[in-house]
């Protein structure tokens, strides 16, 4: 099994990378995000490398030379974070994550709502649901959960029975 102090976590090289994070970005969307259709994926790959990617500070994980993950931040907030389906439950999103909150200890987060997995992923990691959007922020009917780390007297979650 692999262990996260087998992963290294290194800034992006550039642009030239970017081909093979979208790959990972497909890998680990087609295993997780199950209520989007084929158009949806298509949707939003066709804006990873003009919109997403150009906006966000980029942090690559590699296995054995190899981009296997990579999260994105933007100040305090984590925009993405995508494990290739062959490395989940490894680790390595953990080790990404935990990047994250070493540098912003007050990192905020969103998630699918129809992505259990992910948001119970960040629950585990000490994250909170702060708020709920109906609509992605495409205006697509893709409910989001807002996360934020959770601190005595702080942060107060909301209920979503």
């Not at 296997?68 to 080790?95: I, K, P």
């Not at 649901?129 to 495409?138: G, K």
Request: aromatic share 10%.
């Amino acid at each position: 099994m692999r262990t996260s102090k087998e992963f290294v976590l290194r800034p992006c090289e550039g642009e030239g990378e970017w081909p093979a994070l979208v790959r990972i970005w497909r890998s680990a969307v087609e295993a997780t995000h199950d209520f989007l259709t084929a158009e949806d994926v298509d949707f939003y790959e066709s804006r990873m490398l003009s919109d997403y990617f150009p906006a966000v500070e980029l942090t690559v994980a590699e296995f054995e030379e190899t981009p296997v993950a990579f999260s994105g931040l933007v100040g305090n907030s984590l925009e993405m974070l995508f494990v290739d389906s062959s490395y989940r439950g490894h680790g390595v999103g953990s080790a990404l994550l935990s990047r994250a909150i070493e540098r912003h200890p007050d990192l905020r987060l969103d998630v699918n709502e129809q992505n259990p997995h992910a948001a119970g992923f960040y629950q585990r990691h000490g994250f909170v649901v702060l708020s709920r959007s109906a609509t992605d922020s495409d205006g697509r009917p893709f409910p989001i959960l807002h996360m934020g780390r959770s601190t005595i007297g702080a942060d107060t979650p909301i209920g979503l029975g």
